[in-house]
């Protein structure tokens, strides 16, 4: 029995199943732990197969699962989380009151949807499905010297959540809405028409953010913390 951090690949010619398997774990999510998230089972259990595949070939984002291999089973996806970016300075921005400081030379990354099966938890797969997303980062700007600034938003009360980010190095830098929450994850057609109430508009959401450096290493960039 093992686990495998993977980055879900969009061109693969499995792409029907692996949606189906992200479909499969973000109903589990939602159903298990409906107080994580802004979206509910009943909205997203009714989305068309092709949304899900839709989701995956977004090319604004990028999918990171773990797959929980056991003999003589299917592989089953037990954690994920989705990387938006990188994005442009406005898509990013948040407004002054949040309290956020971005430097402008960076390149732009939003973290989301982060979850753990309950029958898995304890095995410290959500620290390490996160530092397989900073390996993506590394892999990904190999070639260019860009320092990375990824930022997440969490819930105040999410207090084991928010004990990990800070452990992979994360520091609170500000507050944030769920509606600007929802804007720069990309899930703007979550946001109800018409005038929004306390829920969206409350900044109680704990913006944190990491700075990932790049530095040079026998000609080669390198992205740390």
């Known amino acids: 029995m093992s686990y495998q951090f993977i980055h879900v690949d969009k061109s693969a010619s499995e792409l029907s199943y692996n949606a189906k ?14 107080e994580a998230f802004t979206s509910t089972w009943a909205v997203e259990s009714s989305f068309a197969d092709d949304v899900w595949v839709s989701r995956l070939l977004d090319p604004e984002k990028e999918t990171f699962v773990c797959v929980y291999n056991s003999p003589n089973q299917d592989p089953e996806w037990v954690a994920q989380v ?6 442009a300075a406005a898509d990013f921005a948040l407004p002054p009151e949040s309290g956020q400081v971005v430097n402008p030379g960076d390149e732009k990354w939003q973290m ?9 938890r304890g095995k410290k797969i959500g620290s390490r499905l996160c ?11 190999a070639t260019q010297a860009t320092n990375v600034s990824l930022r997440l938003f969490v819930k105040p009360d999410n ?19 769920v509606e600007e929450g929802l804007r720069v994850n990309g899930e703007a057609e979550l946001i ?9 508009t409350t900044r109680i959401g704990v ?19």
Do not use: W
Request: with cysteine; proline share 5%.
């Open 131 to 141: 530092q397989r997303t900073f390996q993506f980062l590394s892999e990904k700007r």
């Open 207 to 225: 913006i944190m953010a990491i700075r990932l450096q790049a530095a040079r290493d026998n000609g080669a960039v390198k992205i740390s913390a």
């Open 21 to 34: 398997k992200y479909r499969d774990l973000r109903l589990k999510a939602l159903k298990e732990s409906p």
């Open 159 to 177: 207090e084991i959540s928010i004990r990990m980010y800070r452990g992979l190095g994360f520091l609170e830098t500000g507050r944030c809405t």
């Open 112 to 120: 989301f949807s982060l979850y753990t099966s309950l029958s898995h």
């Open 82 to 87: 989705t990387l938006r970016g990188p994005l």
């Open 192 to 200: 109800p028409d018409g005038p929004l109430g306390a829920k969206y």
